[in-house]
C-alpha cells in the first residue's frame, strides 16, 4: 500500500513503445483519488503537487522541467529544471533531466530519438495542434542534435476525442507525423473525457479540474552502461 492506495491502483500508466526504448523513463500521471480538484487550475496544482512530487521520487523522477503551457507552439531546448516561458514544449539532450507537461483533455506528445540520445514533451490541445507543434518540436531535434524523422518515436497520451470534442486533433496529429515522415507513431487511442474515473477532463468538469502530468526523461549514463 502506498497513501492508502493499493500499487495496483496507482495513477501511473506507461506506454509500451517508449518501455521498449533502452535509457529512456516516461510515465503519465493520472487523476489522483481523493484530492478535491474542483478549484481553478493554479488551486488544483498546489493540492496535487505533494502527491506528483511522490510519485515522481518513486518512479526515479526528478524534479521536471516544466513548460508555460500558452497554447502555442514554441519548443525549447532546456538543461535544468526550468520553467520555460511563453513555451508548450520541451526538448533536451540532458540525461537525468525530466521533461513534463501538464494536460487535461489536451495530449502530451513524447518524442524520442534513440539514436541520438535526444526527446521532447509537448502540449498539444486544438490551439497547438492547428500551430503544428508537432512538427516544431521535430525541427528543434534536428536543428540541435540531428535528429531525422525516419529515427523517431511519437507517441500521443490519452486527450479528448469525439463524441465528446468536435475537434479530432489526434487524427490531425496521426496526420501531421506522416507527412513528417515519423517512423515510429503510437497514439494511446484513450479518450479522457470517456473515464472521469481515470482522468482529469477540463470540457467534461467545465473547467474546474486537476491535471495529468505527462514525465520523459534519458536515464543517467551509469543507468545506461548498467554500472
Same mark, same amino acid.
Given at each position: ?48 503537487? &505533494? @502527491?506528483? %512530487?511522490?510519485?515522481?521520487?518513486? /518512479?526515479?523522477?526528478?524534479? !521536471?522541467? #516544466?513548460?508555460?503551457? =500558452? ?9 535544468? &529544471? @526550468?520553467? %520555460?516561458?511563453?513555451?508548450?514544449? /520541451?526538448?533536451?539532450?540532458? !540525461?537525468? #533531466?525530466?521533461?513534463? =507537461? ?18 521532447? /514533451? ?29 529515427? /523517431? ?75
Amino acid at each position: 500500500m502506498r497513501d492508502g492506495m493499493p500499487e495496483a491502483a496507482l495513477p501511473v500508466e506507461t506506454f509500451p513503445a517508449l518501455d521498449a526504448l533502452p535509457g529512456v523513463r516516461a510515465a503519465f500521471l493520472t487523476r489522483v483519488p481523493g484530492v478535491a480538484v474542483d478549484v481553478e487550475r493554479a488551486e488544483a496544482l498546489d493540492r496535487l503537487r &505533494p @502527491v506528483h %512530487a511522490r510519485l515522481l521520487n518513486d /518512479l526515479g523522477f526528478a524534479a !521536471p522541467a #516544466l513548460a508555460e503551457q =500558452i497554447h502555442g507552439s514554441l519548443v525549447t531546448a532546456v538543461t535544468g &529544471p @526550468v520553467i %520555460a516561458p511563453g513555451a508548450d514544449g /520541451l526538448a533536451t539532450d540532458t !540525461p537525468g #533531466l525530466t521533461l513534463g =507537461i501538464y494536460v487535461a483533455d489536451c495530449a502530451a506528445i513524447y518524442v524520442v530519438d534513440p539514436v541520438r540520445r535526444a526527446i521532447a /514533451l509537448l502540449h498539444s490541445g486544438r490551439k497547438g495542434t492547428e500551430a503544428n507543434i508537432l512538427a516544431r518540436g521535430v525541427e528543434c531535434l534536428h536543428a540541435r542534435h540531428g535528429s531525422v524523422p525516419a529515427d /523517431l518515436v511519437v507517441v500521443v497520451s490519452p486527450c479528448i476525442r469525439p463524441p465528446f470534442y468536435e475537434v479530432d486533433f489526434a487524427a490531425t496529429l496521426a496526420a501531421q507525423a506522416r507527412a513528417l515522415g515519423v517512423g515510429h507513431y503510437h497514439d494511446a487511442g484513450t479518450c479522457t473525457a470517456s473515464d472521469p474515473d481515470r482522468y482529469y477532463s477540463y470540457r467534461r468538469e467545465r473547467g474546474h479540474t486537476g491535471r495529468m502530468l505527462a514525465l520523459l526523461m534519458l536515464s543517467c549514463a551509469k543507468l545506461e552502461d548498467g554500472s
